[in-house]
């Protein structure tokens, strides 16, 4: 796949998510029970008791609602503070991320020469999904305190849509920063690749100039000892000559 289309893949799947999880927190019915009681061969339901990250309401039969919003931050249960602060955060990571992922994007003209760039679409990749982690987190908190109840004398709550909606989110948030990582790390491989490709020319070439340099020592040599032989010569033959030549005077 080409490095622009995955980033493109990526920031519309990044898009998406941080749009799920926002809607979640939004939406109501995070937890949702119903009480009732037997009327004859059904069950006749007699009111809805649903509560958010914001307020607890409850339903009766005639669609009236009451509701109880919850009055400052640190008034409701501590589950509910932990949800808020990690959902919030991973929101705040994700804008963090699409700005990086869009200064650092190849469609784009902004965020200075290549390196910077891929540096930071690496940065806000990861981003993305430490964001995507941090929802999920959150939701995963809510969903275990809603399963403790259950199993409680109380209302036995259900978990709602805003959960699974957020979950999808999450997930969402973590493919994009994972086409985002990719995207970069395919083009850190390729100029990986080409640098190797550069040293081993580099090192043939030296050989190849190495080479003659080589031959003209071994010819110097040859040339040096036949020189040298050819002195030898001359001079045994040198002083042979005389000694031939004193028989014949006497």
Request: aromatic share 12%.
């Amino acid at each position: 796949m080409h490095i622009r289309v995955q980033q493109i893949w990526g920031f519309l799947q990044t898009v998406l998510g941080w749009i799920f999880i926002a809607c979640s927190l939004a939406m109501e019915g995070w937890k949702v029970a119903a009480t009732g009681g037997q009327g004859g061969s059904a069950v006749v339901i007699v009111a809805w008791h649903w509560s958010n990250l914001w307020r607890a309401c409850s339903t009766d039969a005639n669609g009236v609602s009451n509701c109880y919003d919850f009055p400052v931050l640190w008034s409701v249960e501590r589950y509910i503070q932990i949800v808020r602060a990690l959902l919030m955060t991973g929101m705040a990571v994700g804008v963090l991320g699409f700005i990086l992922s869009m200064v650092g994007m190849e469609c784009t003209y902004i965020g200075g020469k290549e390196k910077e760039k891929n540096r930071s679409i690496f940065i806000g990749g990861l981003c993305h999904c430490s964001s995507g982690l941090l929802a999920a987190a959150g939701y995963g908190v809510y969903a275990w305190h809603v399963s403790a109840e259950y199993f409680s004398f109380d209302l036995q709550y259900d978990l709602g849509t805003p959960l699974f909606l957020g979950w999808a989110g999450c997930l969402f948030q973590i493919c994009g920063g994972i086409f985002y990582l990719l995207s970069v790390q395919k083009v850190w491989s390729e100029e990986n690749s080409s640098a190797l490709y550069l040293m081993v020319s580099d090192e043939e070439g030296k050989l190849l100039n190495s080479t003659p340099i080589i031959s003209d020592l071994s010819i110097k040599s040859k040339v040096s000892t036949l020189s040298e032989l050819s002195l030898l010569t001359s001079s045994t033959v040198s002083k042979i000559s005389p000694r031939a030549q004193q028989p014949s005077s006497v």
